[in-house]
């Protein structure tokens, strides 16, 4: 029996620790869980993050334009959410299933670095409903991946903040789509009245505690009829606190496919009405883009492509992707897709990642992969920056920015 099998076999009898998730809404994870504390001095821990982006960023510079094997991880811990956006559907999944356990992300990190990948994002679903995620940091910071994570921001506490720093996050992503109560809960899907508050008490934390360890506060917005006419403030939101924000316009695909995370409810289609209003405020996004004190962590490119999608023929968000060649991503099975919007390759997991990527099958099932979706556009800045020295430039230098402002506060 190999390591792979055994690991199975543990988890199928239920030794490893699997049982992490709330079971209601109302549930805690309790985070406290995680095993030994990394004792390392917090400006060793920056200095390192430092070093570590620098890195990406020669080797994105250097490597980009002849990548064939990817960069970039995307892992969806979890399909699990306690919220529940109208424009996602991770949280309607009923496989359940329970997720790898510390053992299998292991391996899982070893291969992702056998073929190449230098950073790695853990999202969902919501990924802080993992009673270890401070281990599961630590498993793939260990392996020497920079680590990414997206949330929610509901769970997030200024103690968990500092345990998911010192584990070695180096930057966090906060979804924020209003700052009006009512319009969140609208958009999160949630009647809860503390929801709103914790998210934005996260946020503030995230942009006082990421200070010590030089990690980088990113808040996502999603765009929609809903929270158009909110841009502006929510710039400011996040230009007062020196973090940085990226806006994207709400993706729909066309067809209802239980493997795309994005909902293809048509309620959540925006009316022709509502296209004119997106195509006029990334307009204005571009146009805040050029400016040099920018805390807009997307690029010109990508908001030109928003742009021309709420001008172009609805619905329409198809393009020339490296999709597996650049990124690639893992699933709570531990199979494997080439993004988050396209079905696992048959056979493929997180163990037999190395042998894939060294077969000559490997071009032909990722062709037929990106043939068959739907499309997508926020996937595309993850190519830009290896392909436009501009975007990478652009991209690091409102980071470094968003760093002096915040240390300035
Ligand atoms: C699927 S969520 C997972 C991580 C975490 N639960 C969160 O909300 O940040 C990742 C991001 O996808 C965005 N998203 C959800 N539905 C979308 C859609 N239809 N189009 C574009 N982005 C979408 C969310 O707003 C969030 O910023
Ligand atoms: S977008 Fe994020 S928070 Fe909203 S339901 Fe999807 S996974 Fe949950
Ligand atoms: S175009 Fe299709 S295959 Fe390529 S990244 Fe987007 S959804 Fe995935």
């Known amino acids: 029996m190999n390591e ?11 030794a490893t620790n699997f049982d992490i998730f709330p079971k209601t809404f109302e549930g805690k994870p309790d985070h406290s869980v995680d095993g030994s504390e990394q004792r390392l001095p917090d400006f060793l821990i920056k200095w390192a993050n430092y070093f570590d982006k620098f890195r990406l960023f020669l080797y994105l510079a250097l490597k980009g334009r002849s990548l064939n094997r990817p960069y970039y991880a995307h892992y969806q811990i979890t399909r699990r959410c306690n919220f529940r956006c109208g424009s996602c559907q991770t949280w309607q999944d009923k496989t359940f299933h329970k997720g790898l356990s510390l053992d299998e992300m292991r391996i899982a990190a070893r291969n992702f670095r056998k073929i ?15 009673k270890d995620i401070v281990e599961v940091v630590r498993v793939f910071r260990s392996a020497g991946l920079i680590v990414r994570l997206q949330t929610n921001g509901y769970l997030l506490t200024e103690d968990l903040l500092e345990r998911l720093f010192r584990a070695g996050v180096a930057d966090i992503y906060i979804s924020l789509d209003s700052l009006d109560q009512q319009v969140f809960n609208l958009i999160n899907g949630i009647e ?3 929801a709103f508050d914790r998210v934005l008490n996260s946020i503030k934390a995230a942009a006082k505690v ?12 999603v765009l929609r009829n809903h929270n158009v006419k909110e841009v502006e403030g929510l710039y400011k939101f996040a230009k007062d606190l020196g973090v940085l924000v990226g806006f994207y316009g709400i993706e729909i695909p066309p067809s209802d496919s239980q493997l795309n995370i994005r909902s293809s ?5 925006p009316s022709r009405e509502d296209r004119i209003e997106l195509k006029k405020v990334f307009r204005r996004l571009i146009a805040l883009r050029e400016k ?14 928003f742009r021309d999608f709420f001008d172009g023929p609805e619905g329409d968000m198809h393009w020339n992707c490296n999709a597996g060649d650049m990124y690639v991503e893992l699933v709570p099975d531990g199979s494997i897709s080439v993004c988050n919007a396209t079905s696992p390759i048959d056979g493929l997991t997180y163990e037999t990642l190395p042998e894939f990527y060294d077969s000559a099958a490997r071009d032909g099932i990722f062709k037929q992969k990106r043939q068959s979706c739907d499309g997508c556009i926020c996937t595309r800045q993850l ?11 652009g991209k690091a230098y409102a980071y470094i920015l968003s760093l002096i402002r915040r240390t300035r506060l």
Request: glycine share 10%; aromatic share 8%.
């Open 4 to 14: 792979y099998q055994s690991l199975k076999q543990n988890n199928s009898s239920g």
């Open 116 to 130: 190449g990948v230098k950073c790695l994002a853990l999202s969902g679903g919501e990924a802080l409903l993992r």
């Open 192 to 194: 809860r009245s503390d």
């Open 210 to 221: 990421s200070r010590r360890y030089g990690s980088g506060v990113f808040l996502t917005t």
């Open 265 to 269: 409810d048509p309620g959540q289609v």
């Open 292 to 305: 040099s004190n920018t805390a807009l962590s997307v690029s010109k490119k990508l908001l030109e492509d």
């Open 383 to 393: 190519e830009y920056i290896t392909t436009d020295f501009s975007d990478l430039t």
